[in-house]
């Protein structure tokens, strides 16, 4: 399994941006669609975004979309979530994840996800 380590996360106000992370080791991640899911505390997992193992094909969830782009780079073996206009909403813990698909990821099917970053988005 391809081991994923998240950074970025921090304090920042609403409106504010933040650009999350994400390093694979272990083993090269091409192969694997990936994406970003987040849990709130007190609420379920949500599947926030979701890239094809090519960057063609994304995914986003509604409550993200037009806010949030994902990107990743092959070469550098690392993903990238651009959070943009923070809502207190959107307060978390961001993991990454990997899986066969976009459409897997998007059924909430990771198969190796990483340890999370906070993210708290002050009012």
């Known amino acids: 399994q391809v081991q994923l380590v998240e950074s970025g996360g921090g304090l920042v106000q609403a409106g504010g941006s933040l650009r999350l992370s994400c390093a694979a080791s272990?083993?090269?991640?091409?192969?694997?669609?990936l994406g970003w899911f987040r849990q709130a505390s007190g609420k379920e997992r949500e599947v926030v975004s979701a890239?094809?193992?090519?960057?063609?094909?994304?995914y986003y969830a509604d409550s993200v979309k037009g806010r949030f782009t994902i990107s990743r780079d092959n070469a550098k073996n690392t993903m990238y979530l651009q959070m943009n206009s923070l809502k207190p909403e959107d307060t978390a813990v961001y993991y990454c994840?990997?899986?066969?698909?976009?459409?897997?990821?998007?059924?909430?099917?990771?198969?190796?996800w990483g340890q999370g970053t906070q993210v708290t988005v002050s009012s």
């Open positions: 994840g990997a899986g066969s698909s976009v459409a897997a990821l998007r059924g909430n099917n990771f198969g190796s």
């Open positions: 890239v094809s193992q090519n960057g063609r094909m994304t």
């Open positions: 272990g083993r090269t991640f091409s192969p694997y669609a």
